[in-house]
């Protein structure tokens, strides 16, 4: 029994534990994350029922616990009531220590209170699941000896490390601290990179931000989101029903005016709005500027960058000075602020009525296009174009 009932050698039992653990992934971001937590798919209770038992098995994980965590999250982003804030807590205190960070969360009944609604309360999840987490665990190191003898300890070890250092670590920590960016969000959420693979599309954590109640992470033709690819297929076999996926959008060179469809799609699309409005404006401006100044001043202007384009950006207080300063030396790089920040107004204030925001909306493209600068001008153009593809 020293090889267990399986005798698998090293290269089939390695492929195994991958095997293994890449169901367990798959259970978090599709079970817990997209369908639990933000409702952005419905499951067949088979489905249902599977990744719930089979997240006992693996990892312990409490259905409430996680969710509650996990919109807590969302709703307190990068402040210090984010429960795993890299920008807040630092970034090795959450890639390396961000397993301690859950269990500390998820003992905060004041969070599983607020944010853990709608998570199962059937009779396996009060008698089993929830009351004996480590029972799950328990009886998996026990199937992992007597499938694979003495390496079965290894098997279980990789298993139990596998979530807390990719989801808790990976994730939560460098998921908030470097990759790049398609939407400009108030969070410091990237995208690790592109291929959404080992942690099951999780990687696409910028998207996700910028889309929170989609079933698909991906956005790019080149970007790859595993988990999807699943929700497809379960979807074709009737084990699962999509929700909701990011809105299609689309410009129409001919509108003349912003429209209360115009302002519906910039509701939805507002961190994908700030995006564009800094590739086709602040940056070819930025490049403006930086062309016709010293030397000297390109440097400054280049750290001042971020400043104008990011969301969330942590700088000190002489930072934000000298960008002050540089919006007082620049009055092009001042007007395109101005209009960002105007911009922004339009869905932050949250008192203002759909009417109101179309005026807003109006007046913005209006003044934009009478500005002197052509970027602006065209952006308000295509702003005016902007529209929700019908659904099909």
């Known amino acids: 029994m020293s090889h267990g009932l399986t005798h698998l050698s090293f290269w089939p039992l390695l492929f195994a534990t991958l095997a293994l653990t890449h169901v367990t992934i798959v259970s978090v971001t599709i079970f817990l994350h ?15 029922h599977f990744f719930r038992f089979w997240l006992w098995l693996t990892t312990a994980t409490v259905t409430k616990e996680w969710v509650s965590i996990h919109r807590k999250h969302h709703a307190r982003c990068e402040t210090p009531a984010d429960p795993h804030s890299p920008q807040v807590l630092g970034i090795f205190t959450v890639l390396l220590r961000g397993w301690m960070l859950y269990r500390k969360e998820a003992r905060n009944a004041a969070t599983l209170a607020q944010f853990g609604n709608g998570t199962p309360d059937d009779w396996l999840e009060r ?9 799950g665990i328990a009886l998996m190191l026990a199937l992992n000896l007597l499938l694979f003898g003495a ?6 070890a990789v298993q139990m490390l596998w979530i807390p250092f990719w989801a808790a670590g990976v994730v939560n920590g460098l998921g908030h601290y470097l990759g790049y960016r398609n939407f400009e969000t108030p969070d410091a959420s990237t995208n690790l990179w592109p291929i959404g693979i080992i942690i099951g599309g999780e990687e696409l954590h910028n998207n996700h931000h910028a889309y929170p109640a989609s079933a698909r992470f991906s956005n790019q033709g080149w970007e790859i989101d595993l988990g999807w690819l699943y929700i497809r297929l379960m979807a074709l076999l009737k084990l699962a029903k999509i929700r909701n996926t990011p809105p299609k959008t689309t410009i129409h060179a001919k509108a003349l005016s912003v429209d209360m469809d115009t302002v519906k799609a910039v509701l939805r699309n507002r961190a994908h709005i700030l995006s564009l409005y800094g590739r086709r404006v602040i940056a070819p401006v930025m490049r403006w500027e930086q062309a016709k100044s010293p030397r000297a001043d390109r440097r400054r202007l280049r750290r001042m960058r971020p400043l104008l384009l990011r969301e969330y950006i942590q700088v000190d207080p002489a930072a934000w000075q000298n960008f002050s300063q540089m919006l007082d030396n620049s009055q092009a790089l001042a007007t395109i602020y101005q209009f960002k920040q105007q911009l922004k107004a339009v869905w932050t204030d949250s008192l203002a009525s759909h009417e109101e925001r179309l005026e807003r909306l109006r007046v913005w493209c209006l ?3 009478q ?22």
């Open 367 to 369: 003044q934009a296009k």
């Open 151 to 156: 390496a079965g300890v290894a098997v279980w």
């Open 371 to 392: 500005s002197d600068l052509p970027w602006l001008q065209h952006f308000a153009d295509t702003l005016s174009g902007y529209r929700l593809q019908p659904a099909h």
């Open 127 to 135: 008698k089993l699941y929830s009351r004996f987490p480590d029972l």
């Open 34 to 48: 997209r369908h639990q937590a933000h409702r952005a798919l419905s499951l067949h209770p088979i489905a249902s």
